[in-house]
């Protein structure tokens, strides 16, 4: 079926200067007769790819299948009146207004950013982003050399204030700045913003076309995915990864940090298992996907941006950790998952939480609230597939010197009452939930510790849980 919903148009700047960003690349390592350490893993997978991919997308691991089945059978059983079929029902209504929406940001395809912009060769088919926390001079009084690009938003208040200070910028002129930034990146390199609107576009049509049999949103839905996965035009290379991601123009092409641009694809993946499951994906859909995510797996064990950012001490490292582990158990690699879950996790979130819960380095950052809220969902993410992956270690209670249940028990008081939050915030707001927020930690943390209190305080830091995907798709024992 072809879709109905139309393509929404793409911004387009008048002309602006800019100028090459100087080169910062990790090379792999090369033997003599010029095969890399990523040439071979590739050889290793490939020849065993014909068996693998036969279970592949069968499964969910971020999402929790029964619970979906529980709540799919309360939203088609007409003698049920209830306030949680109300709740299903206006979820199931959300996801696909959500689902729609998105569908219309098309075409999702990695080949809309400008050739040669920034000295970019479009023909490679390579994932491009730049930071939104920097910008070329032409949008600060650092003079004419645009070599001379400055991280405005440093990584304490108090440096980001002198800043401000100094340029006589009001909080709202500094948060418009960086609007301006993330405006000119998205006009020129929209690629992150397709990654973007890919995830909220697949993630709820699935959930609705799981729910209402909307072919129309399926099959706009396994269009999207073609496009930026399959389709030989309009598909990334992940060959090369995120080698050119979260740039800063005039200063390096890449960060260790832009992995986190991927940090939605485990849910893009249960989203695509769910349509695989119902047959909207072809083997043709399944065979393309397995192949690219093993390239795309093998990037990230081989050029040094995985390792890197699972050393950072903040949400980054649970974030690249949660990514790693669940492209592998989705590629049937559950004993790797494992493994890095049970070598990783735990020292993780010791390095990272003060005895009392506190998470000292998102506190130290300009929207505290909102990486603190991150990065305690990120690692009840990264512990739920720990737990998926067979593994027994709990880094969820108490009992433990630090866990998830004691960051929450820090940040509760601040997120569900008026108690006034003591570290100072770039934004006018507190930043407590979203795509990853402090109810998704503390959801997770009813569920794998049978806490029902727990499922309530989610509901007081979120009321609007039940209105989201959410409530649909993330595990609960009651529903089962």
Same mark, same amino acid.
């Given at each position: 079926m072809e879709r109905a919903m139309t393509c929404a148009g793409l911004l387009v700047l008048g002309s602006v200067t800019l100028v090459n960003a100087g080169t910062f690349r990790h090379a792999a390592s090369e033997d003599s007769d010029g095969t890399t350490h990523a040439d071979i893993l590739r050889m290793k997978t490939q020849s065993r790819q014909a068996s693998s991919y036969a279970g592949f997308l069968e499964d969910t691991?971020? /999402?929790d299948m029964a619970t979906l089945e529980a709540r799919k059978r309360v939203f088609e059983d007409t003698n049920v009146n209830s306030k949680d079929k109300d709740d299903i029902d206006n979820a199931v209504k959300e996801a696909k207004r959500l689902g729609e929406k998105f569908l219309e940001r098309c075409p999702f395809s990695i080949m809309l950013k400008e050739d040669g912009f920034d000295g970019q060769d479009k023909s490679l088919h390579q994932y491009v982003s730049y930071s939104t926390y920097w910008w070329p001079c032409n949008f600060?009084?650092?003079g004419s050399t645009r070599a001379e690009a400055r991280e405005y938003i440093a990584t304490s208040y108090e440096a980001q204030q002198m800043d401000l200070a100094l340029e006589n910028l &009001?909080? %709202? #002129?500094? %948060? #418009?700045k960086i609007n301006k930034n &993330? *405006?000119?990146?998205n006009a020129y390199v929209p690629d992150k913003k397709v990654f973007y609107n890919l995830h909220h576009a697949i993630k709820n049509a699935a959930i609705a076309y799981y729910f209402s049999g909307d072919e129309e949103l399926s099959d706009s839905a396994v269009k999207a995915f073609r496009e930026f996965f399959i389709n030989e035009d309009t598909k990334m290379n992940p060959k090369l990864g995120l080698s050119r991601s979260q740039a800063v123009l005039g200063y390096v092409d890449s960060r260790i940090m832009g992995i986190m641009d991927f940090r939605l694809i485990v849910e893009i993946l249960d989203a695509l298992a769910v349509l695989n499951m119902k047959g909207a994906l072809t083997e043709s859909d399944r065979e393309g996907l397995y192949t690219w995510l093993q390239d795309y797996k093998t990037w990230l064990e081989t050029e040094g941006y995985w390792e890197g950012a699972i050393n950072k001490i903040n949400n980054h490292a649970p974030m690249a950790l949660m990514q790693m582990m669940g492209i592998a158990m989705h590629l049937g690699e559950k004993d790797q998952?494992? &493994?890095y879950y049970n070598d990783l996790a735990k020292d993780m979130i010791d390095s990272q939480m003060e005895s009392d819960g506190a998470l000292p380095d998102e506190l130290s950052r300009t929207r505290p609230t909102h990486y603190v809220a991150y990065c305690l969902a990120a690692f009840a993410h990264m512990a739920h597939l720990g737990a998926e992956s067979g593994s027994s270690m709990d880094i969820w209670g108490l009992d433990e010197k630090r866990s998830i249940e004691l960051g929450l028990e820090w940040a509760l008081p601040y997120a569900t009452t008026d108690l006034t939050f003591p570290y100072d915030e770039? *934004? =006018? =707001? *507190?930043e407590w939930t979203g795509d990853y927020g402090l109810e998704d930690a503390a959801w997770l943390l009813a569920y794998h510790k049978y806490s029902d209190e727990w499922k309530?305080?989610?509901?007081?830091i979120n009321p609007k849980f039940k209105e989201s995907y959410? /409530?649909?798709v993330f595990p609960d024992r009651s529903a089962e």
């Amino acid at each position: 079926m072809e879709r109905a919903m139309t393509c929404a148009g793409l911004l387009v700047l008048g002309s602006v200067t800019l100028v090459n960003a100087g080169t910062f690349r990790h090379a792999a390592s090369e033997d003599s007769d010029g095969t890399t350490h990523a040439d071979i893993l590739r050889m290793k997978t490939q020849s065993r790819q014909a068996s693998s991919y036969a279970g592949f997308l069968e499964d969910t691991y971020m /999402w929790d299948m029964a619970t979906l089945e529980a709540r799919k059978r309360v939203f088609e059983d007409t003698n049920v009146n209830s306030k949680d079929k109300d709740d299903i029902d206006n979820a199931v209504k959300e996801a696909k207004r959500l689902g729609e929406k998105f569908l219309e940001r098309c075409p999702f395809s990695i080949m809309l950013k400008e050739d040669g912009f920034d000295g970019q060769d479009k023909s490679l088919h390579q994932y491009v982003s730049y930071s939104t926390y920097w910008w070329p001079c032409n949008f600060n009084p650092c003079g004419s050399t645009r070599a001379e690009a400055r991280e405005y938003i440093a990584t304490s208040y108090e440096a980001q204030q002198m800043d401000l200070a100094l340029e006589n910028l &009001s909080a %709202a #002129e500094f %948060a #418009e700045k960086i609007n301006k930034n &993330s *405006t000119l990146n998205n006009a020129y390199v929209p690629d992150k913003k397709v990654f973007y609107n890919l995830h909220h576009a697949i993630k709820n049509a699935a959930i609705a076309y799981y729910f209402s049999g909307d072919e129309e949103l399926s099959d706009s839905a396994v269009k999207a995915f073609r496009e930026f996965f399959i389709n030989e035009d309009t598909k990334m290379n992940p060959k090369l990864g995120l080698s050119r991601s979260q740039a800063v123009l005039g200063y390096v092409d890449s960060r260790i940090m832009g992995i986190m641009d991927f940090r939605l694809i485990v849910e893009i993946l249960d989203a695509l298992a769910v349509l695989n499951m119902k047959g909207a994906l072809t083997e043709s859909d399944r065979e393309g996907l397995y192949t690219w995510l093993q390239d795309y797996k093998t990037w990230l064990e081989t050029e040094g941006y995985w390792e890197g950012a699972i050393n950072k001490i903040n949400n980054h490292a649970p974030m690249a950790l949660m990514q790693m582990m669940g492209i592998a158990m989705h590629l049937g690699e559950k004993d790797q998952a494992r &493994s890095y879950y049970n070598d990783l996790a735990k020292d993780m979130i010791d390095s990272q939480m003060e005895s009392d819960g506190a998470l000292p380095d998102e506190l130290s950052r300009t929207r505290p609230t909102h990486y603190v809220a991150y990065c305690l969902a990120a690692f009840a993410h990264m512990a739920h597939l720990g737990a998926e992956s067979g593994s027994s270690m709990d880094i969820w209670g108490l009992d433990e010197k630090r866990s998830i249940e004691l960051g929450l028990e820090w940040a509760l008081p601040y997120a569900t009452t008026d108690l006034t939050f003591p570290y100072d915030e770039i *934004t =006018v =707001v *507190t930043e407590w939930t979203g795509d990853y927020g402090l109810e998704d930690a503390a959801w997770l943390l009813a569920y794998h510790k049978y806490s029902d209190e727990w499922k309530d305080r989610a509901l007081d830091i979120n009321p609007k849980f039940k209105e989201s995907y959410k /409530w649909l798709v993330f595990p609960d024992r009651s529903a089962e």
